[in-house]
């Protein structure tokens, strides 16, 4: 596993969350469509995928596109993720789907020691862990230096903290809920017991697994 795995699996989480799921099974009858299990009986029955993102999200480039990782890295981290089951092909789009579960499990046991992180040099750049919007109203306290990725666009000066990878500023400005889950990822990094257990609740209410 390679950071930018991880944050390959969360920027899909962040579609799904942001989205819904992949398609929406239908079942066409007399003209109206009933909704269908995954796990329905589709033996003689006539079923249209309606996709509520275009495959084009889903694919190597379009991943590539929206993360900054290059094409062959993403291929090879796709790969990587599907070989420990972290991912998964949906059986009707053809597209990956995150373990939620299993994400968040190594989210919340293994990421801070798997990809560490500590608080670096003042710099600026954008807030991460308990400084992003997503926490800072419920654990900073006047006068904490904020954590940020370092970033010249940045609106805030802050305690360093090296991303999961590098385009990571460049991509959260496109995707809000990627923010978010990045954030709270930073914080099991490099939070303390507070703060890491803070975010592993919110994650978990996010991905709807249990904590």
């Known amino acids: ?10 920027k899909l989480l962040s579609q799904e969350l942001a989205h819904g799921p992949l398609a929406s099974l239908t079942l066409k009858a007399g003209g109206a469509g009933l909704p269908l299990k995954e796990d329905a009986d589709l033996s ?3 079923v249209q995928a ?5 495959p084009e999200d889903y694919s190597v480039r379009g991943l590539a596109d929206s993360t900054g990782v290059s094409k ?3 291929a090879n981290a796709l790969k990587r993720c599907t070989d420990v089951g ?5 059986r009707y789009t053809g597209c990956p789907v995150v373990n939620r579960a299993g994400l968040y499990e190594f989210l919340v046991h293994g990421i801070r ?3 560490p992180a500590r608080l670096g040099e003042l710099t600026r750049g954008i807030p991460t862990a308990v400084g992003a919007p997503v926490l800072a109203d419920k654990l900073m306290s006047a006068g904490d230096l904020v954590p940020v990725w370092s970033d010249a666009a940045g609106s805030c000066m802050g305690q360093s903290v090296e991303p999961l990878f590098k385009s990571v500023p460049m991509s959260v400005r496109r995707d809000p809920v ?3 889950l990045l954030a709270l990822t930073d914080a099991l990094r490099v939070g303390k017991p507070r ?16 904590a």
Do not use: H, N
Not at 195 to 210: G, K, N
């Open 1 to 10: 596993m390679k950071s930018q795995d991880i944050f390959l699996l969360l």
């Open 44 to 46: 003689g029955l006539v």
């Open 50 to 54: 309606e996709p509520l993102l275009s």
């Open 72 to 74: 062959s890295e993403v």
């Open 86 to 90: 972290l991912l998964k092909t949906d």
């Open 113 to 115: 020691y798997v990809f």
């Open 178 to 180: 990627l923010y978010d």
């Open 195 to 210: 703060e890491q257990a803070l975010a592993a609740q919110m994650l978990a209410d996010r991905m709807a697994v249990a």
